[in-house]
């Protein structure tokens, strides 16, 4: 499959590259060097049966969508800081881009897993905060290891498709502003970010930004979001509008400038992940799941919105209680709680080495495979012990991959 | 007997103390149904799928290695070790698939162990053009040959500077011609993925070739 848009220029030097004949060894001479290294034997690392180059931040959306720059790792913290002070995605925002592209009973499962998420991300944010910088933590978006529960998803998308939906939807609609205005209540509360009284009261370019930070600190000024907490009908209209937090600074547009950049933390629990660890940023934390590239990316508003096929780990709650996987933010506390070790045990190695974790459904795990260039070597069995003090909440799948890039200290 | 590997006196841990000898030959027989055969003690069909799949194999890991002499380790390698996995080959996916799989793997592998960037060339083999034999277009004349050589040699420059999963997604859809859904099932991703890979490979390829002067054919 050729892409019209791709460059004949390109097309034509890989047709001149493919017709070059290369300099071929000799067959014979190759075939008694295999037999002899046949003979020999070896063990073969599992890692080498592993995926090689998974879908990960690195990658883009589909060229359907246009092409992009590609989230290189080393901009990964910068990003997110800047799009952490130019901003504030919320659980509202998730929200109302999950109504607008899924049916009433994804939407349920959504708010849930908003509320899931907004409680760990308080419990389990701070761990993750001091964690090493240069590690990358990828959970596979659509793991093979689970067909079952895939199976489990696309059956309940038929049944939702084939129900009636008018109650339901007005049931979901209320679920989902419940849980972005509690979602928005506590991270207004935990960044302490109030941009609209401080455009208001702050001079109009005078204000420095320790003032503005004191201002909005000292005024326990009303919440952003004056999202309906117990009306029925709230409809994703009724949320508050991300485009209000770029269009406000009307009146003293220096001030809100600089209460943002002031901004602590980020707003949500997912780019909290990039929030940098110290307070000049020079040493940003980059541990990152996939889900966050959404918010992250170059522009949600621009960025067409994600297949189901490019979703993070999902976190569908089968009605008992507990989640199908692990969440998002439960995940990376636990490896970002052990991903020091880890780093540890590759000091004084170059290059960063790759572990999957396989997760029981017991919260535990079952299975570290390190591949790159620590595989095979005992560093290897220091990072598999390392990360395979990894803990997550029990969770209904049978199993749970993690992808991580464990960089050496 | 040029175009026949003989493996012979192969030893398999399934039966150890086999040995098997003779040019294998067994075109009539699926990659599957070799590995099966393997499965089972039958050395010849191990043979044959070296045969079968050693210069495919080769020109991957040398496209990826820009080197000969690594390539031909790799390629060795690759056979071996996945020779040594056969009982772990679970059949979701076809021989050659898994096969792959291993030869990117060990080729990355190589790369990463390298002490210099991605950019600097290999150690043993200081210019790619050491890797190209003769490039020769089909009904060209000289001139054009020597223009096709030159862009084939700015492409894998211009391979270099690329990241990894781009470099390795555009060699195997590009150069080596697998469809996205084979690279996607090799790399582990969605076809969307891989489209996007190339497309984007492709678009930073055009910058670079543009760069060195190579300009873009009106339509």
């Known amino acids: 499959m050729t892409d019209e848009r791709d460059s004949k220029l390109v097309l034509k030097a890989e047709a001149a590259l493919r017709s070059a004949p290369l300099r071929e060894p000799d067959w014979d001479a190759f075939a008694t060097r295999v037999d002899a290294a046949l003979a020999a034997g070896g063990a073969t690392d599992d890692a080498l049966l592993l995926p090689p180059l998974p879908e990960s931040i690195e990658d883009g959306s589909e060229p359907s969508g246009g092409p992009h720059e590609p989230l290189a790792p080393s901009t990964i913290a910068t990003e997110a800081a800047a799009s952490s002070t130019r901003e504030t995605t919320s659980l509202a925002d998730l929200a109302r881009a999950t109504l607008a592209r899924r049916g009433a009973k994804e939407a349920v499962d959504l708010a849930k897993e908003s509320l899931a998420i907004a409680s760990q991300g308080r419990g389990n944010m701070e761990p993750v905060a001091p964690a090493p910088a240069a590690a990358t933590i990828v959970v596979d978006r659509e793991d093979s290891t689970f067909p079952s529960a895939r199976r489990q998803r696309a059956a309940d998308r038929e049944r939702a498709a084939m129900d009636t939906r008018g109650p339901w939807i007005g049931v979901a609609i209320a679920a989902v502003g419940l849980a972005a205005g509690f979602g928005l209540y506590l991270t207004s509360k935990r960044t302490r970010v109030v941009e609209v009284p401080v455009a208001q009261n702050a001079a109009p370019a005078a204000v420095t930004a320790a003032q503005a930070t004191s201002t909005a600190l000292a005024e326990p000024k009303p919440e952003p979001a004056p999202v309906a907490t117990e009306a029925p009908a709230v409809t994703p209209d009724a949320l508050p509008p991300v485009a209000e937090k770029k269009a406000e600074p009307t009146e003293a547009p220096g001030a809100l400038a600089s209460a943002e950049r002031i901004s602590p933390k980020p707003s949500s629990p997912a780019l909290a992940a990039h929030a940098p660890a110290t307070p000049n940023g020079a040493h940003a934390e980059k541990v990152v799941l996939d889900e966050d590239r959404a918010a992250n990316g170059a522009g949600a508003a621009a960025k067409p919105a994600p297949s189901d096929a490019l979703r993070p780990a999902e976190l569908t709650s089968n009605g008992s209680g507990i989640s199908d996987r692990p969440s998002t933010g439960a995940a990376q506390a636990a490896v970002g709680a052990v991903l020091g070790a880890a780093r540890a045990c590759l000091a004084g190695q170059p290059q960063p080495s790759n572990a999957t974790l396989v997760f029981g459904s017991n919260g535990e795990v079952t299975s570290v495979n390190v591949s790159g260039p620590a595989a095979g070597t005992p560093a290897a069995a220091c990072v598999k012990g390392a990360l395979g003090k990894a803990r997550v909440q029990p969770f209904a799948a049978q199993s749970f991959s993690l992808g991580v890039t464990v960089r050496p200290l | ?219």
């Open chain 2, 1 to 219: 007997m040029s175009n026949l590997l003989v493996l012979n006196y192969v030893l398999l841990p399934h039966a150890p103390g086999v040995r098997v000898s003779g040019p294998f030959f067994m075109p009539h027989r699926t990659d599957r149904e070799l590995v099966d055969l393997a499965r089972a003690g039958d050395a010849e069909a191990f043979g044959a799928i070296v045969r079968r799949h050693q210069k495919r194999i080769f020109r991957l890991t040398s496209h990826l290695l820009r080197s000969a002499a690594e390539a031909e380790d790799i390629t060795q390698e690759t056979f071996v070790r996945a020779y040594g996995a056969l009982a772990r080959f679970d059949g979701r996916s076809e021989p050659f698939t898994w096969i792959y799989r291993i030869a990117v793997n060990l080729s990355l592998n190589a790369i990463r162990a390298r002490k210099n960037t991605r950019n600097s060339a290999p150690p043993d083999d200081p210019h790619v053009e050491s890797l190209l034999f003769e490039a020769r277009g089909a009904g060209a004349t000289p001139a054009d040959a020597t223009l096709d050589r030159e862009l084939a040699l700015a492409l894998v420059d211009g391979l270099a500077e690329l990241s990894e999963s781009l470099r390795t997604t555009l060699v195997m859809v590009g150069i080596d011609g697998l469809s996205h859904a084979e690279a996607g099932k090799i790399l582990g991703c969605p076809e969307g993925t891989i489209a996007w890979r190339v497309h984007e490979a492709r678009r930073k390829l055009r910058a670079y070739l543009e760069g060195r002067g190579h300009a873009e054919e009106k339509p």
